[in-house]
């Protein structure tokens, strides 16, 4: 009977320590977000949100992008992201020959930046997670 209490007590122990881990990996820090939004390309159109790279780059305020890491926090920690993120901006952009022809024009999509911005985060936190585990082995496959 002791022995599975004990059990008990270890699986709670290892979940609570897991759970805590993952809250405290959910954290986005605002060092993180300006990394993110630098990473950005410049020149690119706007999305549906009508927010441009060049202009998140000169926010150079603290408390935007405080505000924009708690919020990326939030969405990390509920796992679930704006609905209006979901949803996205396409156009078509004409390559050449006759303009009537529909097989000369090319579909770009346009998400909201912000949300490009956020899975910039995440991806830049799954790449370095990645390359520290990555076995020697498997150098070749690495981003040089």
């Not at 002791?2 to 993952?22: G, I, N, P, V």
């Not at 396409?90 to 529909?102: A, H, P, R």
């Not at 956020?118 to 690495?142: H, M, S, W, Y």
Request: hydrophobic content about 35%; overall charge positive; glycine content about 4%.
């Amino acid at each position: 009977m002791a022995c599975k209490r004990r059990d008990a007590a270890l699986s709670r122990d290892r979940t609570a320590a897991r759970d805590h881990r993952r809250q405290k990996n959910a954290v986005a820090r605002t060092q993180e977000v300006r990394a993110a939004i630098r990473s950005l390309p410049n020149g690119k159109a706007a999305g549906d949100d009508k927010i441009t790279a060049d202009f998140l780059k000169s926010c150079h305020d603290n408390a935007i992008l405080l505000l924009f890491a708690n919020s990326f926090t939030n969405y990390m920690q509920s796992a679930k992201v704006p609905v209006k993120w979901k949803t996205s901006y396409t156009t078509l952009i004409f390559k050449k020959g006759g303009k009537e022809d529909l097989e000369n024009y090319r579909p770009i999509c346009l998400p909201h930046l912000l949300y490009k911005a956020f899975t910039k985060l995440v991806l830049n936190r799954i790449r370095g997670t990645l390359e520290e585990d990555q076995p020697v082995e498997q150098a070749g496959f690495c981003r040089s």
